[in-house]
Each structure stands twice: as C-alpha cells, then as structure tokens.
C-alpha cells in the first residue's frame, strides 16, 4: 500500500535519520530541515543524477557555482524586489497571517477545522510580502549595505553570461547548469519539504536563438518529464503537466509550464517549472538596452557595465538570445521520491501469521545504502570478520555506501534495511567459511534482493561486480 498521508512519510524520515526539523532541540526553526545521515546520502544521489543527465550527457551545458550573496542590483533589474511578492492578510482575531491566495489551504489559528475568512475573524486586505530574505553586508550599519539571499540560482546564471560565453567559446544553442540553495521568506512555510525557506534547486538556463525557443521548450519539457520517470523511478500516472494561463505568467514568461506530483496529502502540486523566459533577463542586466533590439520589455539600466550578447558568425551580428528554463527544487524531488518508494506491504507466513514490511522501493540508484553487510551469527568471530572486509571492500570501491550491522537477528536486519530501501543485503553464513554441509559454497555469501526478497548465492569475488550492474 502507498503512503496515505505525509505523516507517514515525515515519521519515516524522523525516526530513520533522513530528515530531521531544523534546529530541533530549540523548539525547531519553520520552514528549515535538516537532512540526517540518509536524507543527506538520497539528496546527493538525486543532484549526482541530474547532473549526470543534464551536463555529463550531454554535449551543450556547462555547470557552474555562484554565490548566494550577489549585489543588490541583480535583484533590481531582475524584477524581484518589485514583483517577487505574495499577498499577505492578517486576522483581526486570531493574529493569524496567511497568503491571500492560498486561504484554502491554511488553518484558522482559532478554529483549526476553518479556513480562514470563513470564521468569525475579519481580514485584513491584502498588502504586497517581498519574499526575498535581506542580509547586512559588512560591519557598517550603513543603510546602503544590504543585500538579499538569493530566492533561485537562475541570476548567478544570467549575471556569468558572458563569463561562460567568453571562457568556453560556446555556440548557440548552449546552456548552463546549477544546482544550489535559495532562500524564500515563505509566508506559511508547509507540508514538510514541500514549502520551506531554505531550499536548494537544480536550474538550467538553455540560450536559443530566437525563433527557436518554442521547440526547444518543448523539447525540455519532453526530456525533464521522462527524467523523473526513468532516472527518479515517478510514476507517469501522479505526473501532470500544468500550462500556466496566458494571464498568470510570471513577468518574463512567455509561456511556461510545470510539471506536477501527487503527493499525499496535497494533491498534485508542483515539483519543477519550465519557462521560456525569451531575451528579458540578458536584456535586463545588459546596458544600452535601447541598441539591442529586444522583445521583451524591461526596466532601464543604469548600472549594468556589460551588454549580454553573443556575436552571430552567419549574421555578423550581436544578439540577444532567448532562454528556456527548466527549474527544478532538490527538496520537493527528495519527497516526491520519498513518496513515490513508500510502500507497506503484508506478508503471510507459513502457519498464517501476518505481518506488516515498510518497504522504500527506491531506484537503487537513488538508495542511501547499496549493500548492507550481515552476518548470520554476531558471536561467530570468523563470520563477524569475513563480513566486515566484505563491507571494506564495497566500499573501498568508491562506488558505493555500505554498512555492516549486526545489532539484531537477521529477520530484523532485513526489515531495517528494506525500511530504508537498501536495494541488497549479503549474508554471511558457516558456508561461507566452508564449514557449512557443501564445501563447494565457500566464499560464497547469500544476495537478497529488497523488493523480491528472494535470495541467491554468489561468490564474494564477484559481489562487487554484481551490485554494481545493478545500482
Ligand atoms: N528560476 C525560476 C524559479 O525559481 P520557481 O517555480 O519559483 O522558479 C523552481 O522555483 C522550483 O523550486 C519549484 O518548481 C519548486 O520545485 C522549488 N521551490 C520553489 N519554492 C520552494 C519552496 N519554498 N520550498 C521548496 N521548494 C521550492
């Protein structure tokens, strides 16, 4: 059986060490998590195949890293101190604030089973919420000093533009990779890692020439679509597309579409959003915007020292290209894999006895763990040795998390394992060491399979082998 609500999932997580709240023993921070010894192992897993799809695959995009602090200009240019804002209302009652657009999904802080509006409370109208989080730069409380914590890696991209243009000499169509934390002053930060205010995204800014955005929109939306298919292991059925109307778009959008889950508990809801952004952002940070022949329309800039453009060889021209952007966030593809894995299943055993198994069925790829190492006997010195220079030697490899446990009996061993979707464990046994009935099995270890649970028996000189074909 799936996940039926979050709490399942958030419990899992807890008691497991994927994810823990965010400075917990203070009373917890909102809207921040922390990602425990297996969170963290599953979220790096999930950047690593991403990166693998999006730069390593292929043969136009670089990747690069910028800084979350950039100077405050960037954000004015960009549009986000004036537009990146959410209409926030108070409760004249219960003090309550909450987004104006998202009323349905927020509690009442007096009558938890109401909405709020729909309780005796007056609200307040709606007044402009910059999400944008602002920090003092240097130790002089000079007014001028600020600067925002980045809401999306998108500028850092836009801003090196050139940087990447000039130092890899890229010819369009080419794009450029980041995967990095924002920060967002969510109003109602919710629902676990669905809605936090320190995320982490993985975006890509892909420059066309104008003309062709459109299909190669299109083509992003086919290709990010089948990736958290294929790589994230997401069903097809709790994926949808969504077409943002025409008059909801963002300020640079010309058309833009996301990809949504069906996560428990919320419905389907956003997990990455694709957008052509058509020239407005090299347009906006450039200078002498009058002399670039621009489309979209943008705010005049005094402080930009460079202009964005790329020098057409066919045309002998500067242009400004045109960028599509596939902006996915790490955390709400953390959950929806999470989700996704989540599986009870009740097995029967011989006199007719049942039994609940939690079982992640993750993609090997994406486990924590690849390989738990367990030994059939912990008292048995030979067998707890032989077990743990297994365990050394998978994970020597490099390729690999593996672990050694022998904390319980081995029915325990498996259903820990299975809850945290370790995709195998070994066995080691006294046919390991030769001194079982068959000779012949020495050296040999027994390989469960997680979602199978059916096992196999074979040599330790080719376990690595094995499981490396399969992760
Ligand atoms: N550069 C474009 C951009 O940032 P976005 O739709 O605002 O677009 C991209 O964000 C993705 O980042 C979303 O699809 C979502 O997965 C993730 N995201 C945005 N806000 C988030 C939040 N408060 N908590 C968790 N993930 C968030």
């Keep these: 059986m799936a996940a039926q609500n979050l709490e399942q999932i958030v419990s899992l997580c807890k008691r497991r060490g994927f994810i823990f709240p965010g400075s917990d023993i203070y009373g917890g921070m909102q809207g921040t998590y922390d990602y425990g010894p297996l969170g963290v192992e599953l979220k790096n897993n999930l950047k690593r195949l991403w990166w693998k799809h999006n730069v390593y695959e292929r043969d136009d995009m670089e990747g690069i890293e910028t800084a979350i602090l950039m100077n405050k200009y960037v954000w004015k240019y960009s549009g986000h101190e004036e537009t990146f804002v959410d209409p926030l209302v108070d409760c004249k009652t219960c003090k309550g604030r909450f987004r104006e657009d998202k009323l349905q999904d927020a509690q009442c802080l007096k009558h938890p089973k109401l909405h709020p509006g729909e309780c005796e409370g007056e609200l307040t109208e709606p007044r402009a919420f910059n999400l944008m989080f602002k920090t003092q730069v240097g130790p002089l409380a000079d007014p001028d000093s600020y600067a925002y914590l980045r809401p999306e890696t998108a500028q850092g991209m836009f801003v090196n533009f050139k940087n990447v243009l000039d130092s890899t000499n890229r010819k369009l169509p080419f794009g450029i990779a980041q995967i990095g934390k924002s920060f967002r002053n969510e109003i109602t930060p919710r629902n676990f890692l669905f809605r936090v205010r320190e995320l982490e995204q993985m975006e890509i800014e892909y420059f066309v020439h104008a003309g062709q955005d459109e299909d190669w929109h299109e083509k992003w939306i ?51 959003g694709i957008a052509n952004r058509t020239d407005f952002d090299l347009g906006s940070h450039s200078r002498e915007q009058d002399k670039l022949g621009l489309s979209a329309k943008v705010m005049k800039n005094e402080h930009s020292t460079e202009k964005l453009t790329y020098f057409d060889q066919p045309t002998n021209k500067h242009i400004v290209p045109f960028v599509v952007e596939p902006a996915a966030g790490v955390d709400r593809g953390v959950l929806a894999a999470l989700c996704e894995a989540y599986d009870e299943e009740t097995l029967v055993d ?63 061993l498996y259903r820990r394992q299975d809850e945290v979707g370790t995709p195998f464990c070994v066995t080691v046994d006294f046919d390991t060491l030769g001194q079982g009935q068959d000779p012949n099995l020495k050296d040999t270890v027994t390989i469960r399979d997680r979602d199978t649970m059916l096992q196999e028996r074979i040599p330790i000189s080719s376990l690595l082998d094995y499981v490396q074909k399969r992760i």
């Design 350 to 412: 011989a006199n007719g006895k049942s039994e609940i198994r939690t079982v992640l069925r993750l993609k090997p790829a994406l486990a924590p763990i690849k390989v738990a190492v367990l030994p059939l006997k912990k008292n048995a010195d030979e067998i707890v040795a032989v077990g743990k220079s297994i365990k050394n030697m998978l994970q020597a490899s490099g390729a690999m998390r593996a672990v050694y446990d022998d904390t319980a009996g081995i029915g325990k």
């Design 222 to 272: 086919q290709d990010h679509l089948e990736w958290w298919i294929n790589e994230v292991g997401l069903s097809r059925d709790k994926l949808q597309l969504y077409e943002h109307p025409k008059e909801k778009l963002s300020h640079y959008s010309k058309r833009t579409v996301d990809i949504l889950y069906d996560f428990p508990t919320l419905g389907f809801d956003e997990l990455e």
